[in-house]
C-alpha cells in the first residue's frame, strides 16, 4: 500500500501543488483516478470503520491546512467570498456534510470537494478527495 500511496501524493504534489495532508484515519486502500483531459484528480480512501462527521471534519481540515500554505490563506467560494477557516467552506448535506473551496498556486486556479463516497456513487465506507483545475482554458495549437 505504500507504493501506491507514495504515488498518488507524488502525483497531487506535482500536479496540484498541495502537500502534508496525508490521508483519513483508518484508510485501508487508496486510489487515484487522474483525468488529464478534464484536469480533474479523485483520490478514494476505503475506511475500515463507520464514516463519521468527525473524520470527515478532520480530513477537511488537514487538507485546508495545506491549501493555506501553498495559496497563503486566500481560499474563497464561487462566489468570491474569502473564508476564513474550513468550516466556513462546509455545506450541509444529508447524511453528512461535505466542503467545497477554491485555492490559487502560481496563477492557477483549482477547486477542493471532500465528501463521503455515499454523496457520490451511493457506496457507503469512504472518503473522496476531489480536485479540479477551475478556469482554466486550454490553449490551442498555434495560439
Given amino acids: 500500500m505504500e507504493a501506491s500511496t507514495a504515488d498518488w501524493v507524488k502525483t497531487i504534489e506535482k500536479d496540484c501543488k498541495i ?3 496525508g490521508r483519513p484515519y ?3 486502500k487508496e486510489t487515484l483516478d487522474k483525468d488529464e483531459k478534464k ?3 479523485r ?3 476505503e475506511i475500515d ?4 462527521q468527525e473524520m470527515v471534519d478532520g480530513y477537511a481540515k488537514s487538507v485546508w491546512d495545506a491549501c493555506v500554505e501553498a495559496d497563503g490563506g486566500r481560499m474563497h467560494s464561487c ?3 474569502l473564508y476564513d477557516e474550513a468550516w466556513d467552506a462546509e455545506r450541509s448535506q444529508i447524511p453528512l456534510n461535505y466542503y467545497i473551496w477554491y485555492y490559487t498556486v502560481n496563477h492557477k486556479e483549482f477547486r477542493v470537494g ?5 454523496l457520490e456513487d451511493g457506496i457507503p465506507g469512504g ?4 480536485i479540479e483545475r477551475w478556469n482554466y482554458i486550454e490553449k490551442k495549437a498555434g495560439s
Avoid at 470503520?49 to 463519521?52: A, L, Q, S
Avoid at 471532500?114 to 455515499?118: G, L
Avoid at 472518503?127 to 476531489?130: F, N, P, T
Fill in 19 to 21: 502537500t502534508g495532508f
Fill in 39 to 41: 484536469m480533474v484528480w
Fill in 49 to 52: 470503520e463507520e464514516i463519521t
Fill in 26 to 28: 483508518g484508510t485501508v
Fill in 79 to 81: 462566489n468570491g467570498y
Fill in 114 to 118: 471532500i465528501y463521503p463516497t455515499n
Fill in 127 to 130: 472518503i473522496v478527495l476531489k
Fill in 43 to 45: 483520490v478514494t480512501f
